[in-house]
Nanobody, 126 residues
Framework: QVQLVESGGGSVQAGDSLRLSCAASGRTFSRYAMGWFRQAPGKEREFVAAISWIGANRYYADSVKGRFTISRDNAKNTVYLQMNSLKLEDTAVYYC???????????????????WGQGTQVTVSS
């Protein structure tokens, strides 16, 4: 199982940028698709972005497409989420997740992810 630790959250104003990082432990990190999900107060956890194990395929929620970019550095066992043009509705706790299965192409379904980080808070204000 992969252990995940997110960082990079914070409080910003609308229109600003943030980059979240997710550091993974374990030698098999490079073999797992990775994803970012978020959960706002009173709402269910929702998909944000995912990247395949080799990094060739990337998926985004419509709400963040064109503003967020997911990437990974397998040499550093880290996955990133670059968030630009942040909006008030991006306020949430952001979670990093690793796929349950090796060598998957990625997924938008949280049920396909088996390891989760503790989350990092992102707050966007006007």
């Amino acid at each position: 199982q992969v252990q995940l630790v997110e960082s990079g959250g914070g409080s910003v104003q609308a229109g600003d940028s943030l980059r979240l990082s997710c550091a993974a432990s374990g030698r098999t990190f490079s073999r797992y698709a990775m994803g970012w999900f978020r959960q706002a107060p009173g709402k269910e956890r929702e998909f944000v972005a995912a990247i395949s194990w080799i990094g060739a395929n990337r998926y985004y929620a419509d709400s963040v497409k064109g503003r967020f970019t997911i990437s990974r550095d397998n040499a550093k066992n880290t996955v990133y989420l670059q968030m630009n043009s942040l909006k008030l509705e991006d306020t949430a706790v952001y979670y990093c997740a690793a796929a349950k299965d090796l060598y998957s192409s990625g997924s938008s379904s949280y049920t396909d992810f088996g390891s989760w980080g503790q989350g990092t808070q992102v707050t966007v204000s006007s």
